[in-house]
């Protein structure tokens, strides 16, 4: 196991990962952190944080319904099932937060 650093929103958050996927993990954090970046301010973090999750969730449930069935997988890493586990995780956050 190992643990990664992440800046997002201008904070910092550490995570645990498997060895060998630090450079993975902070590129998604990288993601994450340029949509929060992309929404301004006007929200607490963990509503920002879930609202980043869910337009990056929204933004990768228009590609898959955008590419044609018949079409070889695109080249690169898929951060897909990444990207559900951090919107389920803040989704989890915001509630606790709220209840």
Do not use: W
């Not at 990664?4 to 060998?20: D, E, F, H, K, N």
């Not at 993601?31 to 929204?58: C, P, T, W, Y």
């Amino acid at each position: 196991m190992s643990n990664v650093s992440l800046q997002i929103g201008g904070r910092s958050y550490t995570v645990a990962c498997a060895a060998g996927e630090e450079d993975h993990v902070a590129g998604l954090g990288k993601l994450i952190d340029e949509k929060v970046q992309s929404m301004g301010g006007g929200h607490n973090e963990v509503r920002q944080l879930l609202f980043a999750a869910l337009l990056l969730a929204d933004e990768l449930h228009e590609a898959r319904h955008r590419a044609p069935a018949t079409a070889a997988p695109a080249a690169g890493p898929d951060h897909s099932a990444a990207l559900e586990a951090i919107a389920d995780r803040l989704e989890k956050c915001a509630a606790a937060l709220e209840g």
